[in-house]
């Protein structure tokens, strides 16, 4: 019985250094959320995702699913040398934009965002993302996600699009 | 497999005597020549790709839906916008250039190709406005003779250039008014969709220059219904589908354009659920009154998924004829769609991987499913 109850102190302890309980409460956590958003998972809603793309979780920036990503349409700068905030090292970015509001899960609270575009490079190419949560037409321009906002730009070529946070969306 | 053959021919030889072992005739000099097209079909579809990873090299590809071969490529630079002229003799491009090839001055241009050879025939630099975003008929079109030809802009402010194919010429630009894009109708007259629901239509002289404007009662509500840009031909007009599956038939063979009654594509218990979408969203067979459109089952912001089904009507009783699922038929789900305006019709559906599936639009049978015809098809247009 002492040689159990050793190796069951030894292995407790050696859980014990390797873990916490704040990462045993987060991945609970991310299993709980994960199992609320699974029937969401296999929905295609980009029209034109690559199969055989890498899939971080819904949680990722490289992620369409995104929670910030409800309207965009373009690469994720993210997956290209940038954020979900910033544009890709050597690129610029789009003063004119197109503006959605997307729910934020993780608070509950839904935020108005800027889908600006990065310019100046020619298209990433990498983790297309099409979503178009109350996207309009382009006879409402900035509600429409389909037009090249780098239009604009000295140097209009398309590279990617970010998701910026304005403010939260009154109601 | 090469020794393995040569092996053989060897064994060959030697079980039937010399006569077996005689060398075969060598192949004859070839001479190299330039491929001339075959005499145009109504079966040939002009397939729009925009090349989305790798933005400044879309093409157009025109493929033959009866020998399903590639019959050549009409090169067309960045988020262009692309057309037939009215004889469907001609290939209109409008499209952006960059000096350094992804980076450098922008030139906006139109470039026309001549359809009987495939070449480049000529250009019209524009001004650096033109509207750059998703293909559809009402980006670059031509007036009803050809006398015209319409480039929409948008910097973000609307307008529209006015040009002079015959001669080169950018004629003038006609503000709009926030209002977007170019319905072309008769000779001389433009109509430009708002987001008022309404349509603006400008009528120009001889010279391009406009002559009055008049503004129509809304047809649509763009917060409750929107319709989608990518409007559909009609007999006398353009037909427009909503987000939630209502028809929007506008006749525009008179001065101001006309409304008809909009109709369903799907019953009270499907509305909402079943919605027409992707890029294409809709084909019409004028000569047989038959309206084709890829659908699927989705909520808000589904508007750009693909159909799972093509759903096919009659346009004078407004029934629906028939319900093609095209997972069934090995597809992807179906983004564009384009039918050949014969007796013998044919139906193309694009989809979401890019391939291009030619049906039998009278029985709906699949003939042939083209692989991989570029990237992103996203409109197809035929003469």
């Known amino acids: 019985m002492r040689s159990i109850d050793r190796l069951f102190e030894r292995s407790s302890r050696s859980l014990a250094r390797r873990t916490s309980r704040r990462s045993l409460l987060g991945t609970l956590g991310r299993l709980l959320t994960g199992a609320a958003l699974l029937p969401l998972l296999p929905l295609d809603r980009s029209g034109r995702a690559r199969a055989g793309e890498a899939a971080p979780g819904p949680d990722s920036p490289e992620n369409c699913q995104y929670w910030k990503y409800c309207a965009i349409d373009g690469f994720l700068c993210a997956c290209c040398g940038g954020t979900s905030s910033s544009c890709p090292p050597g690129t610029a970015v789009s003063p004119i934009t197109w503006i959605g509001t997307c729910h934020n899960p993780a608070d509950g609270r839904d935020y108005i965002l800027s889908y600006n575009d990065c310019c100046g490079k020619t298209s990433c190419g990498n983790c297309e993302c099409n979503r178009n949560e109350r996207e309009k037409p382009m006879y409402r321009p900035s509600r429409n996600n389909d037009l090249n906002w780098c239009m604009a730009n000295a140097d209009s070529n398309y590279h990617c699009s970010v998701s910026v946070i304005l403010g939260v969306a009154e109601k | ?383």
């Open chain 2, 1 to 383: 497999m090469r020794s393995a053959s040569l092996g053989f021919a060897a064994a060959l030889c030697l079980g039937f005597g010399a006569p077996a072992c005689a060398a075969p005739p060598p192949l004859p000099a070839e001479h190299l020549t330039v491929e001339r097209l075959p005499p145009r079909s109504p079966h040939w579809v002009y397939v729009f790709d925009e090349a989305f990873d790798n933005e400044i090299d879309a093409r157009v590809h025109l493929f033959d839906g009866d020998s399903y071969r590639r019959l050549g490529q009409i090169d067309a630079g960045f988020t262009p916008s692309v057309n037939l002229s009215p004889d469907g003799a001609t290939t209109v491009v409008a499209t952006s250039y960059f000096a350094r090839g992804s980076r450098g001055a922008r030139t906006d241009v139109v470039e026309f190709t001549d359809n009987t050879t495939l070449a480049n025939t000529g250009e019209i630099v524009l001004p650096p406005k033109r509207v750059e975003t998703a293909p559809s008929l009402f980006n670059v079109a031509y007036s009803a003779d050809g006398h015209f030809l319409y480039v929409a802009y948008l910097t973000p402010a609307a307008s529209f250039g006015v040009l002079d194919p015959a001669h080169g010429k950018v004629l003038g630009e006609i503000d709009t008014a926030g209002c977007v894009l170019v319905i072309p109708s008769g000779p001389n007259r433009v109509s430009s969709i708002c987001e008022s629901g309404r349509l603006l239509t400008v009528t120009l002289d001889g010279e391009g220059k406009e002559t009055s404007r008049g503004m129509s009662a809304p047809f649509f509500d763009a917060d409750r219904d929107p319709v989608f840009v990518q409007g559909i031909q009609t007999a006398s007009g353009f037909a427009f589908l909503s987000f939630l599956g209502e028809v929007h038939e506008v006749d525009f063979s008179g001065p101001q354009p006309a409304f008809a009654a909009p109709w369903p594509l799907v019953t009270a218990a499907e509305r909402g659920k079943w919605r027409p979408g992707g890029q294409q969203v809709g084909a019409i067979h004028r000569g047989l009154g038959r309206l084709y459109v890829p659908m699927h089952q989705g909520g808000e912001g589904t508007h750009k998924d693909g159909g799972t089904e093509i759903w096919l009507f009659d346009l004078a009783s407004h029934k629906r004829l028939a319900r093609w699922p095209v997972r069934a038929a090995g597809l992807d789900p179906v983004i564009a769609v384009q039918v050949s305006q014969d007796a013998a019709p044919i139906l193309f559906a694009a989809t979401t991987q890019a391939d291009v599936a030619v049906f039998d639009a009278l029985s709906g049978r699949l003939r042939h499913l083209e692989k991989r015809l570029g990237q992103t098809p996203w409109l197809m247009l035929n003469p």
